[in-house]
Structures are given as C-alpha cells and as structure tokens.
C-alpha cells in the first residue's frame, strides 16, 4: 500500500481562514528542521517530539531584551546556516 496523510479539523474552517500545521517530522537530523516562523507559540522546531516549553522559550526571551545589533548579527547567522544548508542539498542531489 502507499504510505497517505490525513488532516483533520476539530472545527469548521471558513474559506480562506489561515491555517498551520506541525509537521512533527521523525528525523535524526533536527538541526536542519528549524522552524522560522516566527510565531508566539511555535516549537521551533518541525522535528517530532515536544521541544521546549513555549513557557520555558518566553522566559529566555523576556529575560535578556536584546539590541538591534545583537538581532542583526543574529539573523546574519541564520541566514548564513540557511545558504549553507541550501548548499549542502544542492550538492547532495
């Protein structure tokens, strides 16, 4: 048989209504799934199991506000790990 998903809603969903979904993937290779969202109560994660408390996340968060230039140096990482990540799986392939 072939493998098949199902998405089911526990409540009516009106046309055009926005939708998420945790995609919960099992993988040895968390690292590579990084959510980037950015929403409040994202896991951070699409990779299976619970991850961080999104309690635990809002503490850290809350506990060191940072300045525009640590965020900048921040997202310049990410966005680094991103092209080498793209790179990896365009050499794999």
Known sequence: G?????IVATRDIAPGELLSYDYQFDT????KFTCRCGAAL???TMKGGSGIANDEVN???NAK???KKQ???EAKARLERDRKFL???RRSD
């Open 71 to 73: 965020l900048f140096i």
């Open 2 to 6: 072939y493998i098949r998903v199902a």
């Open 28 to 31: 040895k290779h968390g690292d």
């Open 59 to 61: 503490e850290k968060n």
């Open 87 to 89: 790179l990896d799986i």
């Open 65 to 67: 506000k940072k300045t």
């Open 42 to 44: 994202c896991r951070g």
